[in-house]
Each structure stands twice: as C-alpha cells, then as structure tokens.
C-alpha cells in the first residue's frame, strides 16, 4: 500500500529555535499533503493544506508566517515551526492522496508516521 | 455544535463482545465517510471507507444513515487486538480535498 515517510518522529527543542518536518509519499505522487496538529486527547485538527507549485491554504487560526510550508515536489512537503514555544508542542501528522486517485474527497488518506515536537 | 461528534467512550468490553460506536456529522454536504484506528502516539491507519449500502470487513461493518447524519461501526467478536481509538473521518465533496475528523472514540478489549 501507499506509504507516507515523515521524519523527524521525535523532536526536543529549545525555545526559541525552528525546526523542520519532511513528509515524503514514498511510491505514489501527491499534488496535495495535508499538516495536522493534535494535542492530547483531542482530535486531529487541520492546520494547513500544502499544493505542489503555489502556496498553501491555511485554516483559520493557523499562523502563516510562524507554520512555513513547502511543496517544492510531488513526493515532498516540509513543515517548519519557526521561533517555537512551548505551547508549539504537540503531535504533528501529514497525510497525502495518491495523485492518480484524482481530485475527489473520496479517497482515503495516507498517513505518515507522525512527530512528536516538544519544545522546552 | 461540532462538526463530527463521537463519544469519546472509553468502552470497555471483554474479549469476544460485540461493540458499537455512532458518529454524527453537522454538515449535510458530506460526502465521504471512513472509519480510522489511532494507537496511542501513533499515526491514524485506515480501517475501512463507509458507504451508502453499509458495508462490511471480516467483524467490522461500516453504516451510514443520511437523514440521520450518522455513520456507525460494528466490531463483532472484539480481540484484544481491537484496543484503539476509533477516529470517523467526513470529507466534503466537490473536489474539496478538506476532512475533518472527531475526537475518536477509545475502545479497550479486556482479557
């Protein structure tokens, strides 16, 4: 089955500092990856849609200039927590659709492993 | 009023019970429905997409009820196996690739 690589999974980092995730669709092709953030015993909120080629749509609430995003391939898109503080911890997962699925929400999608930021 | 509400649970059942999860969605819109497992600090994995026939997968069977607004998940013959959180997941269609997921509802099996 389709497989998402995220990396780092786990991340300790000073306040202060930015840090990058990679996600990477390792044998399909993704136009589309999507950032997720989850905190403790909540749910998976979407934090932003990332688009090969253009920038990436942000949900409301999620800040542009602090969560840089990039989709520079259609295997790769990268998460940057820039000036990250404690409040900036959590669980950060990607997930992509294959690209010959089309664009239609019908599809699942797939997950990379996740990684867990904390920042002290 | 959330956009996809489940019981966050936790259901404890023993092994061998039949358990049942209901997950309402507030917008009428929606298309697609599926059913993903979290383990504890791991990534969600798909368990199985739900459609408008209802479906089933070995002990899990997938409803949806559209004028209700509800999906559901069946798990027959619970394993130990089986301890997660159940996330349902609604997506929009027309090409709007957004999904939002619930809380999840926790399960714990016991021996």
């Known amino acids: 089955g389709a497989v998402v690589s995220q990396h780092p999974s786990r991340v300790i980092c000073k306040s202060g500092t930015s840090v990058k995730i990679e996600c990477r669709s390792l044998d399909f092709q993704a136009t589309t990856m999507f950032w997720y953030r989850q905190f403790p015993k909540q749910s998976l909120m979407l934090m932003a849609t990332s688009n090969e080629g253009s920038k990436a749509t942000y949900e409301q609430g999620v800040e542009k200039d602090k969560f840089l995003i990039n989709h520079a391939s259609l295997t790769l898109s990268t998460l940057t927590v820039t000036s990250a503080h404690p409040e900036d911890s959590s669980f950060y997962i990607c997930?992509?659709?294959?690209?010959?699925?089309?664009?239609?929400?019908?599809?699942?999608?797939?997950f990379g492993n996740g990684t867990r930021l904390t920042v002290t | 009023r959330k956009e996809v509400e489940q019981d966050p649970g936790p259901f404890n059942v023993p092994e061998g019970a039949t358990v049942a999860f209901n997950c309402t969605y507030s917008?009428?819109?929606?298309?697609?429905f599926f059913w993903y497992r979290q383990d504890c600090r791991k990534e969600p994995k798909l368990l199985m997409s739900v459609y408008s026939s209802g479906n089933e997968d070995g002990r899990f069977t997938a409803q949806l009820n559209r004028a209700s607004q509800y999906i559901s998940l069946l798990i027959r013959d619970s394993k130990l196996s089986d301890s997660a959180t159940y996330l349902c997941v609604v997506s929009l269609s027309g090409g709007y690739q957004k999904v939002t997921f619930g809380t999840g509802t926790k399960l714990q099996v016991i021996p």
């Open positions: 917008n009428s819109a929606s298309q697609s």
């Open positions: 997930s992509a659709r294959d690209r010959r699925q089309g664009f239609d929400s019908g599809s699942p999608l797939h």
